[in-house]
């Protein structure tokens, strides 16, 4: 019989990186790729080598899995993701993080840029997630479950963990920065949402919006695996000051906010592998 995607895909990563036992994935979002070549000892593989592996066509991905150590543990490291706007399949959104899931981590840090809704942040602050609301119209787990993964009705009570949004938390106080907190609405995009849809979220009770994250953040919960998931707030969300929105300005913000974001990552990431 052949091997299934996820299985060909975990061939390919166990035949490239040898031994390699990751212990917590993350995936870059937005302009937050570079972070992946702070790995030591790293293994780049482009996601065009890695069977069934989405590719994003999109600005400020890099596409490729890096494997290597920080802080003398275990990372894997996506440098972009795909999203639904592109044209894939809310499952094939989702495949890679059942690749990092699959490959055994024990917890999966979320990444991406997004709109800040809350009026009490500023552009280029962090944002902890302490939940989402999942209003992209789509789930990933639409179709036959395979209860090898997980179940046919996963809870989502706990998505993002309780315990690694405290880990969190002290990672941020001990690098001397500010953590906001908040809950991430996705909407599927491109279009970026009209003043009316952000103040639709806010009364919802969004903090911040983006188009990508929870796809991978329902499939980790469907297969157990932890979550911590951190927002980048590039940009006001739509209405809220006079500035049109761009990608450009999503990209600028990211590449302003990466120093910090790299040290807030270098500090969390090898405790989260040690919890
Ligand atoms: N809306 C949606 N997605 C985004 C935004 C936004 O304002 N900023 C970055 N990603």
Do not use: W
């Amino acid at each position: 019989m052949a091997a299934s995607p996820l299985d060909a895909c975990i061939a390919t990563i166990r035949s490239r990186a040898p031994g390699a036992a990751p212990k917590v994935g993350i995936i870059l979002g937005s302009g937050l790729g570079g972070f992946g070549d702070a790995l030591e000892n790293p293994t780049k593989i482009p996601y065009g080598e890695l069977p069934h592996f989405p590719l994003s066509g999109v600005p400020g991905h890099a596409g490729r899995l890096v494997l290597g150590m920080l802080g003398g543990q275990p990372i894997v490291a996506m440098q972009g993701r795909v999203h639904f706007y592109e044209g894939y399949t809310p499952q094939e959104v989702a495949f890679p993080a059942r690749v990092l899931c699959a490959l055994g981590i024990k917890a999966l840090v979320v990444t991406n840029a997004a709109g800040g809704i809350n009026l009490g942040f500023q552009v280029g602050d962090l944002m902890g997630i302490t939940d989402h609301l999942n209003l992209a119209g789509y789930n990933p787990l639409i179709g036959p479950n395979d209860p090898k993964l997980g179940p046919r009705f996963p809870d989502m009570s706990h998505a993002y963990d309780p315990g690694l949004l405290e880990l969190l938390r002290q990672s941020a106080l001990a690098t001397g920065m500010r953590l906001r907190e908040g809950v991430y609405a996705c909407l599927s995009g491109p279009s970026y949402e009209t003043p009316a849809e952000i103040r639709m979220l806010r009364t919802l009770g969004a903090d911040a919006v983006g188009m990508s994250t929870v796809p991978e953040v329902i499939a980790a919960a469907h297969m157990g695996v932890r979550v911590a998931g951190i927002s980048c707030i590039t940009n006001l969300a739509a209405g809220i000051s006079k500035q049109k929105l761009s990608h450009e300005e999503v990209g600028e913000t990211a590449e302003r906010v990466k120093g910090v974001f790299q040290r807030l990552l270098e500090r969390f990431l090898p405790e989260v592998a040690k919890s």
